[in-house]
């Protein structure tokens, strides 16, 4: 009987989340500088930009993370109760219903940011080692997230059942590489502001590690279109979104990589953008009103038998033209770039 209406009590909150879900984003809107969302967001949801995950944490709590690599947001949602035996009212039992369920989402936060990929073999949590005031600061932001939404239900018992939804975003809106950067802020208010030390120190350990060559054209085309960004059209090549993707020509030589970002861009802006399709990654302000479009041949990790592929390979001559291209606006330098999955 009580599972029959704890089961009623939660697909009654299911109800209830997807009716407020649109006003639960306007919300986060007015909180932080949060990426528009597209407006068909249940679409989006089944793109390989963006990861749905489901799971159960330490205590047992159920709890379902989505990150939007395309619209720039990671969302986790989290229940909780309190035992009201235990509290003196149904007002107390409610605050601590919602608690709970907050400092689960919390937690549950930092779990799926540490496993964000940094590059196919980087994650965040191994990029924390040995970096204890970074790890502290990582966490300060994470426990710093907005709450979105907050709905209490109550069973027939008495007891309330609290669902809490926490949110960060992952990067500043990138305004184009002709826009001044804006001036240094106080606090990091974007995961990219905080892990970009990781990014650059994970960029250091591929160079060290790998033999890779950077691209030398042998032949530099002749550009007759000011350039303002890059779009990788990389769909249907199991590609999978990271923090740090390169871009590399047919024999594996680099032609560009994370590394080569100017670190205030990539702190800001984060190094680069994902989007679902074609319409979606011109309407990115960072690659500007003239893209240069290149199709990845296909999408690889550093070894063969690597499952997470966040590396792009071009043709040597689409390489060559966008060697070339960069040249006088640098946008590659700038973040200038979007990849489609």
């Known amino acids: 009987m009580a599972a029959a209406a704890c089961a009623g009590a939660i697909e009654r909150r299911n109800s209830m989340s997807k009716r407020t879900f649109l006003l639960a984003v306007c919300v986060v809107l007015g909180l932080v500088a949060w990426p528009a969302l597209a407006m068909n967001w ?17 205590q047992g709590t159920s709890y379902e993370a989505t990150t ?11 229940i909780g109760t309190a035992d009201v035996h235990k509290t003196v009212n149904a007002a107390q039992a409610k605050m601590m219903a919602e608690d709970a369920a907050r400092v689960r989402a919390y937690s549950q936060l930092a779990e799926v940011v540490a496993g964000f990929n940094i590059t196919s073999e980087i994650t965040v949590e191994n990029g924390l080692i040995g970096r204890s005031e970074q790890r502290m600061q990582l966490s300060t932001f994470l426990k710093g997230a907005k709450v979105i939404s907050s709905e209490t239900a109550w069973l027939p018992d008495g007891t309330p059942l609290s669902t809490v939804k926490v949110g960060i975003v992952l990067a500043r809106n990138h305004p184009g590489i002709g826009s001044p950067l804006p001036a240094a802020p106080q606090k990091p208010v974007s995961l990219a502001e905080v ?50 993707p390169r871009i590399l020509a047919e024999e594996g030589s680099e032609v560009w990589a994370f590394a080569n970002a100017e670190p205030d861009y990539a702190m800001l802006y984060g190094v680069v953008d994902w989007a679902h399709n074609m319409d979606s ?34 043709s040597d001559r689409d390489a060559a033209f966008l060697v070339a291209a960069n040249k006088g606006p640098h ?9 489609i999955i």
């Open 42 to 58: 249940w679409e989006e949801e089944q793109t390989g930009a963006v990861q749905r995950t489901q799971g159960v944490d330490t």
């Open 331 to 339: 946008f590659l330098e700038k973040c200038g770039v979007v990849i």
């Open 281 to 314: 990654a011109r309407s990115k302000s960072r690659v500007g009103q003239t893209p240069m479009v290149i199709s990845a041949q296909r999408a690889v990790g550093p070894k063969a038998e690597t499952v997470f592929k966040s590396d792009f390979v071009i």
């Open 195 to 244: 892990i970009h030390p990781m990014v650059e120190a994970a960029g250091r350990q591929v160079e060290s590690e790998s033999s890779t060559t950077h691209f030398q054209p042998a032949e530099v085309p002749a550009i007759t279109t000011d350039y303002t960004g890059l779009i990788i059209d990389a769909r249907g090549l199991d590609g999978s979104p990271s923090l740090a």
């Open 68 to 78: 939007n690599w395309e619209d720039g947001y990671v969302e986790v949602e989290a």
